[in-house]
T-cell receptor
Framework: EAGVTQSPTHLIKTRGQQVTLRCSPI?????VYWYQQALGLGLQFLLW???????NRGNFPPRFSGRQFPNYSSELNVNALELEDSALYLCASSIFKPGQETQYFGPGTRLLVL | GESVGLHLPTLSVQEGDNSIINCAYS??????FIWYKQESGKGPQFIID?????DKRQGQRVTVLLNKTVKHLSLQIAATQPGDSAVYFC????????????FGQGTELSVKP
């Protein structure tokens, strides 16, 4: 069974630009989560999508946004990039049911903002 | 943020020894806990989980212990191998947490051959 996939693997952008990251969940999973892993700061929750709706967001500014498509894949958009947005962006998926909420992670997209 | 990782604790063990990685969690309402392994350049990989109605759970070469009284979680790895070298994170959540996993700072395990 294929795991969570993400694209692209690496990206280099400059300040002020916009970026779109993509994620395909494990087949059968309806929930997609996005996390940011900046150097020295651990994993920080960004967004949760389930059944096409944004269900929760972490403590990030509105320039971080996303969406989930009918096939449950998801995009994360970051506008007006800042240097501190440089990080590994991780997508995870799960079945959202009590008792089955284990989140499985993809390999991540490494974003460097210059 | 809830996850602070400015100084990553490290654990160095000899190949074949047992490893114990500890984690203090933050929320007494958390009822589900997961251990992840993250190798360099990769995403976190699920190792084992435990619910708050259990004290211990065993997997292949790994055991997770949960002490709710002191909000402490540990991961024991038996017969540690060089392939176990990675950063290990504990994560906590509860049903109304809105899908959010709260991660610990991580511990870097280094296995010497």
């Amino acid at each position: 069974e294929a795991g969570v996939t993400q694209s692209p693997t690496h990206l280099i952008k400059t300040r002020g630009q916009q970026v779109t990251l993509r994620c395909s969940p494990i087949s059968g999973h309806t929930s997609v989560y996005w996390y940011q892993q900046a150097l020295g700061l651990g994993l920080q929750f960004l967004l949760w999508y389930d059944e096409g709706e944004e269900r929760n967001r972490g403590n990030f500014p509105p320039r971080f946004s996303g969406r989930q498509f009918p096939n449950y894949s998801s995009e994360l958009n970051v506008n007006a990039l800042e240097l501190e947005d440089s990080a590994l962006y991780l997508c995870a998926s799960s079945i959202f049911k009590p008792g089955q909420e284990t989140q499985y992670f993809g390999p991540g997209t490494r974003l460097l903002v210059l | 943020g809830e996850s602070v990782g400015l100084h990553l604790p490290t654990l160095s063990v000899q190949e074949g020894d047992n490893s114990i990685i500890n984690c203090a969690y933050s929320n007494s309402a958390s009822d589900y806990f997961i251990w992840y392994k993250q190798e360099s350049g990769k995403g976190p990989q699920f190792i084992i989980d435990i619910r708050s109605n259990m004290d211990k759970r065993q997997g292949q070469r790994v055991t997770v212990l949960l002490n709710k009284t002191v909000k402490h979680l540990s991961l024991q790895i038996a017969a540690t191998q060089p392939g176990d070298s990675a950063v290990y994170f504990c994560a906590e959540t509860f049903y109304n947490q809105g899908g959010k996993l709260i991660f610990g700072q991580g511990t870097e395990l280094s296995v010497k051959p």
